[in-house]
């Protein structure tokens, strides 16, 4: 998944840092919004997000409270969270994991916070888009058929997951072309064809759900 497409919320209720933080995480690319306080970020619809940043501290609900109630929503129990906060003792440390996904104590330093980030989130659950039977995970570049892991090219990958990721779109092959295959490669229309024909095989009994539109591309229909 590119990083604009990875949504992140970060609440804290020192403004300084969450701004900050919110503008070194958009200038890594990410989309990025911000709540001063626990009770801000429960007004939102928390499950459009692909990533909590959550400091423990706050006055009002503290950000524990708040990750129980996250932990505790069918839409948002698998929401990785990493907590940032000034609490660095072991036993915080131990409590906070058994919340979040990873604890990080102020100050830190952002290329520690960056990497921690990537990390969490390749081993999200959220990063694996499924439909019907086909399944493709992001983080591991994996694709599954009814639970079986299948093998496939990262071109075939990369093919299958752009049209998971929109149903009922088409997409003509100089589309997929632009998208797959680098600038400086040259690639013909019949190579979109005989990718899409290869994968069409390795899904199968799902093949169907993968549509041709005469003269136009391909598409992923229901």
Known sequence: MEKKNIRILVVDDEETLCEGLRTYLELEGYTVDASLSAEEALKRDLSVYDLLLLDIMMDGVSGTEMATIVRNRESTFDMPIIFLTAKDSLD?????????????????????LLARIEAVLRRSSRHRLMVKGVSCDRASMACYVDGHHVKMPRKEFEILALLLENPGRVFTREELISRIWPDNVIVVD????????????????????????????????D
């Open 92 to 112: 915080d440390m131990v409590s906070g994991l058994k919340l979040a996904d990873d604890y990080i104590s102020k100050p830190y330093e952002i290329k520690n």
């Open 190 to 221: 019949r190579a979109v064809d005989v990718h899409v024909a290869r994968i069409r095989g390795k899904i199968a009994p799902y093949s169907r759900h993968i549509v041709a539109r005469t003269g136009y591309g391909y598409g992923w229909e």
